[in-house]
């Protein structure tokens, strides 16, 4: 499977009078499931892909290559061999009957002297360094909700420097945040760029994006926002992590929810989804989840 890691999920579980669950999210490759012995009796296997209302990575989809039953005299019956179920909702269905972080799509709007170095969200590194210098504004595109950290890791090497950034709703352009005195910087840059502020101080300011003395005003950027650098690092050749935490205030006016609205069906079928059991994304789009029931597994030989 492929999916996002953390917020998109691949569930399988086995019901009823037995609790037996896998999750899994994130690249997850040539797993192999065993499940408990079962006594006899019938059971209900459901297979469910299930993603928040944005973001996809990888192939955002599960594919179960082969289903194996095992019976009491050990021999085996093998479902399915040759076609692989896929469970792949491709467009971003959205969940309501469970509370889900709602995410704002966003563009990071930024300019450093001299170089980026890494950006990073939730500590995982979004784009690497670049010798992109200060006279143009750079932008990224995400999607965050809130308790996301978001950090621009800048590298200088000679004269002045400091990182200057801000964030914007994408579908808006309402500014969420921009670089001031309630972002943090470090120049331990081992330190980590995810949640742990720890080892994280207020930045040195060098004034705002209105006329500044030194870059001027870079385009696309908000006046107000200001230069920052980590405080102790106020050197050539010197590096500065500066991340902000996005807070529910930020996004306050951005917390509407999407509007599809989830109709969830369910493919049923009382023996071995042939010949092909493929789950369209069409037939799943508008809902969180895919189930595949394979009812009565005892009965059917
Ligand atoms: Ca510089």
Redesign the pocket.
Known sequence: MESEKSYDFFEFTITPNVSFTVRESGIVLNKTILTPVLSSGNYIATWKYSKDGIISSGMDQVRIKQIRLFTDNCSTRTLAPTQAPTIAPSLAPVATNTPIATRTPVIVKFSI??YLYGFYLNGAQVRGNNSIE?METQTIELSLKENDVVAVYGY???????VLAEIVDKNTGRVITTTGSHWRCSGNVNLDKGSNFTGYNSPVTYGNNNNNAVWGTRPSISLNAMWIWDISSQR?YSYSVCKVQITQEMLLSNRSEPTHTPTPTATQFSRIPSPSPQVSSASVVGFNFVILLFTLLFLMF
């Open positions: 002297d001299n200060w200088n090497t000679q004269a002045q420097q400091g050539e």
